[in-house]
C-alpha cells in the first residue's frame, strides 16, 4: 500500500538560459602560439540563471525572472564594458601600454589572463552578482563561447557569492 507519509527527496529546479552576444579584441599574455598576438573574437555567452531561494520558485505569472530583465541588465553591462573593447590581463604591461596610446580606446582591465575560462569566470562571480542581485535570481552557469565550436563554462558551487567590487572600462574618446 502506498504510504503518503513517506519522504520523497524528488525536487524541481527551474532556470533559465539566455543567450548575449558582443565582439571584443584580446590577446592571451604568455601564450606559447597565435593567441599572443592582438585579435579578436565574436563572443556568444549563455547565462544560466536559478531562483535564490532554490528549486522551482516562480512569481505570479509563473516566471523565475523574465528573459527581459536578464538581457537588459547582463547585455546592457556587456555593452557598456566589453563590447568593441579590449581585454587585457592588468599583469600585461606591454598591450596595456598599446591600448593607452591609441586613440580613440575602450579597454577594460582583467584580473586574470582574459581566457573564455577566466572571461566565463568574471561574468559568473563579479558581474552577475553586482547586476542580477535584486532580481531574485543568482548565475548558476555561464558559458563562453570564442567560436561556434569552443567554448569554456564556469559552474558554481554551493551558496551564492555576495557581490564583490566591479570593474569599468576606460574608455578615451575626445570625438564625444
Ligand atoms: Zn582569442
Redesign the pocket.
Known sequence: MFDMSEEHDSTTQLALIRQLKFCAG???YRHESK?AFF???NYRVDIEVVPAAGGGEVDVVGRVVDFSLIKRRMLGWLDANWDHAFLVFEEDENALAAVRMVEPTKYFVMPWNPTAENMARYLLEVVAPNVLGDLGVVARRVAVW?TEEACAVATRSGNALPPCELAAAVCVDARS
Open positions: 584580446h590577446r592571451l593567441c585579435h579578436g573574437h570564442e
